[in-house]
């Protein structure tokens, strides 16, 4: 029995100490995981704060400059000297336009100085001497500043003379232009001069006011924003409601967002963030729409209540919020997830690389992708840009082609490149929380998506188009910071629409604005007069495509619409 209990007492000793045993190893693993963890999170940290480091003391772009000459030389000193294969390019020198050729779209006036009495007598003979040519002595450019008039209607009133003989006073009434706003001193040209300057040139109203009291008139800038809060509800708002029907019938659209800020919206505080979204036509060879729509929110409704009916190609970055959008086929942006591998890039590393831009004219040799012996020697975000430039350099070369040439060389080249990086992505394992997680996340996220611009060569491999309108919005809003009010919003909306729009369809903005002024108040309830009124007509590119002319195009001297 002692022997029993002997063996008993030490096969519970060895059972506790195996549990012991279990408990320390298991501790281990715990630690041994939560010591990765640390270290990943001081990994992610570490790169987040460069990240931080970068943008407030750096530059926040993706290009990037050459190394300074000194720091070449003390890096040179204070590492061993490695040798390099630098890729040369060739690049194309633009030919230098001629004086000629910048000024061509000017009037021209001739000053002739004639001789004086005293210059016109020989200094010999005294003699009276005859002109026998001029000689062009220099050419200077000339500017009229703004000038502010007031202009007084006077009405004629005529009375039939024989009528009055009867007692009967017949009179008649001269017809006078409509006026833009009844009772107000608005005129077609000052409102399209503060909404210029306002939406093409960023001027706020604040310093417009100051700029008209230098012409001449105190014009307050809370008159100022109810001239362009109505002519853009008024005016221009039939015009954009026609391009936004126009724009859903096409097969391909852009889509992005930017944040804005309304001081006063029912519901929200006034530091809170509203949203302007951006949708334009593609590259589909008819004329360009772009149009702004101010929203309180960046929710998915708002792009499926705007899109709705569209039936096409929606390209667009990697927001899932365009996924509610109904009847699309949604076209991820490349540069969106190029420009996450870029940013896990350290800082020293990403100054000696080149991001590719399509339409650069800078002749670039193509892009080598790494070898598998190579690639060890790079760390993977280097190896992710490569692939993502090496599609881009393919985009360049594809961008003179017809749509179905492009298509076919993008099925020829690119897919191979396509399914080669997705392989390689396979293969990796991040650090967790990293930034080339979250590259190598978003890549994998929009696998399909990404690609689904080979399916269609108008489509592009990119959404930077969208991206450059959300630009010409933001360069605005840095200068007023915010809008007033929500009407304010929206004829910012609209007004920004207008302009963009005509931009891209090459007219001269002011007096497309001027012109869109003077007609609107007499055709604005007529499709017909709406439609020869759009950016792309006829009549627009006729009178919109040179120079300012607020002279003979006037409220009482103007033909009418050929309606």
């Not at 959008?325 to 490349?334: I, R, T, W």
């Not at 490149?417 to 997680?437: D, I």
């Not at 840095?478 to 004829?491: D, I, P, R, V, Y």
Request: some cysteine; hydrophobic content about 35%; charged content about 30%.
């Amino acid at each position: 029995m002692v022997k029993e209990d002997q063996i008993k007492l030490m096969q519970t000793i060895i059972d506790q100490q195996e549990k012991r045993i279990q408990e320390k190893d298991a501790v281990i693993a715990d630690l041994r995981k939560l010591v990765d963890e640390l270290q990943s999170l001081k990994a992610n940290l570490e790169e987040t704060l460069k990240e931080f480091q970068r943008q407030f003391f750096g530059v926040r772009s993706e290009k990037t400059k050459a190394p300074d000459k000194k720091q070449e030389q003390q890096n040179a000193t204070a590492e061993p000297a490695k040798t390099v294969e630098v890729k040369s390019h060739t690049r194309q020198r633009k030919t230098k336009a001629t004086r000629k050729e910048l000024y061509a779209n000017l009037p021209v006036r001739e000053i002739v100085i004639p001789l004086t009495e005293e210059e016109r007598r020989c200094p010999y003979c005294n003699a009276e001497m005859t002109t026998i040519g001029y000689t062009d002595v220099r050419e200077e450019l000339r500017i009229t500043p703004a000038k502010v008039e007031r202009i007084l209607y006077k009405q004629e009133v005529a009375v039939c003379p024989e009528c009055r003989k009867d007692g009967d006073g017949t009179l008649v009434k001269a017809t006078t232009p409509t006026a833009l706003f009844p009772h107000s001193p608005a005129s077609a040209s000052i409102v399209a001069y503060v909404m210029y300057h306002k939406t093409f040139v960023g001027t706020p109203y604040y310093r417009q006011e100051s700029g008209m009291f230098q012409l001449g008139v105190k014009l307050p800038r809370e008159t100022m924003a109810n001239w362009c809060i109505q002519g853009a509800g008024k005016y221009f708002y039939p015009l954009f409601e026609r391009m936004h029907e126009l724009l859903i019938q096409r097969e391909l659209i852009h889509a992005d967002e930017t944040t804005c800020q309304v001081l006063r919206e029912e519901g929200k505080a006034a530091e809170s963030i509203s949203y302007m979204w951006i949708y334009l036509s593609g590259n589909d060879g008819l004329p360009p729409i772009i149009l702004y729509d101010y929203q309180a929110g960046r929710a998915g409704k708002y792009a499926q209540q705007f899109l709705e009916g569209f039936h096409g190609m929606l390209q667009c970055d990697g927001y899932q919020g365009y996924n509610k959008v109904d009847n699309v086929l949604l076209v991820c942006c490349l540069a969106h997830c190029r420009r996450k591998f870029y940013e896990a890039i350290p800082a020293e590393r990403r100054k000696k690389l080149k991001l590719l831009d399509i339409n650069s004219e800078e002749e670039i040799k193509e892009p080598l992708l790494p070898k598998k012996e190579e690639i060890p020697g790079m760390i993977p975000a280097e190896v992710g840009l490569a692939y993502c430039n090496k599609l881009f350099f393919f985009e360049k070369q594809f961008r003179d082609l017809t749509p179905e040439e492009r298509k076919d060389r993008r099925l020829e080249t690119e897919v191979p490149v396509w399914e080669s990086f997705y392989a390689w992505l396979e293969q990796l394992n991040p650090v967790k929380r990293s930034k080339l997680e979250k590259a190598v996340i978003y890549a994998k996220n929009h696998k399909e998506t990404l690609r689904n611009y080979l399916q269609d060569g108008r489509c592009e491999i990119s959404n930077n188009t969208a991206e450059r309108r959300a630009k010409s919005y933001a360069i605005g809003r840095k200068a007023f910071l915010f809008h007033t009010s929500t009407a304010g919003a929206e004829a910012s909306a609209v007004m920004y629409s207008i302009v963009e729009t005509a931009k891209a369809n090459n007219l001269n903005v002011f007096q497309y604005l001027y012109t869109v002024l003077l007609y609107m108040p007499d055709y604005k309830n007529e499709p017909a007069g709406i439609e020869k009124l759009l950016p792309w007509s006829d009549f627009i590119k006729e009178r919109c495509s040179g120079l300012i002319d607020v002279e003979n195009q006037t409220p009482e001297h103007h033909e009418p619409l050929p309606v």
